[in-house]
């Protein structure tokens, strides 16, 4: 409800606009894999599979695409702090990874649309480097559950 409280037209289209922000810088290095709706932006779960098969040099993969997306979140976490939908708690609806109301401040403080979209570039890239082993892939995303 506090969360609700806050939302005005005003911070509802300064959201829309920040994410607007993080969109164009992702489309700069995702061109048309970068999928966008009026108050998203949006990286498909079997194009981030597809992007991290691509810069590895695999062409047989060992995880499933929804998998590619949550390594994708966990490491854009430890890598970056970036805390995406699909760790906060809220199942996104959706495989893709889902950019949606940044707020600005938050995107200000981490360095603008541009720094963002250059950690999510660099952590599809520390992807690559595990998706070629299922292993190493459910080692990140559960730990020592895993073994």
Request: zero cysteines; proline letters at 11%; charged letters at 20%.
């Given at each position: 409800m506090r969360s609700l409280e806050g939302y005005t037209p005003e911070?509802?289209?300064a959201l829309v606009d920040s994410t607007r922000q993080v969109a164009a810088a992702l489309r700069a290095i995702f061109g048309r894999r970068l999928h966008?709706?009026?108050?998203?932006?949006?990286?498909?779960a079997e194009d981030v599979l597809e992007?991290?098969?691509?810069?590895?040099?695999?062409?047989?993969?060992?995880?499933?695409?929804i998998e590619a997306t949550a390594a994708l979140?966990?490491?854009?976490?430890?890598?970056?702090?970036?805390?995406t939908v699909h760790f906060a708690g809220l199942?996104?609806?959706t495989s893709s990874l889902l950019f949606k109301?940044?707020?600005?401040?938050?995107l200000a403080?981490?360095?603008?649309?541009?720094?963002?979209?250059?950690?999510?570039?660099?952590?599809?890239?520390r992807l690559a480097s595990l998706v070629g082993d299922a292993e190493k892939i459910r080692?990140?995303?559960?730990?020592?559950?895993?073994?």
């Open positions: 911070r509802v289209r966008e709706t009026p108050v998203t932006a949006q990286l498909l992007l991290a098969l691509e810069r590895a040099g695999v062409s047989r993969p060992s995880i499933v695409p979140a966990m490491l854009l976490l430890e890598d970056s702090g970036i805390l199942p996104p609806g109301f940044i707020p600005p401040e938050t403080r981490f360095g603008g649309p541009d720094a963002l979209a250059k950690a999510v570039d660099a952590s599809l890239g080692r990140l995303l559960l730990g020592d559950a895993a073994g």
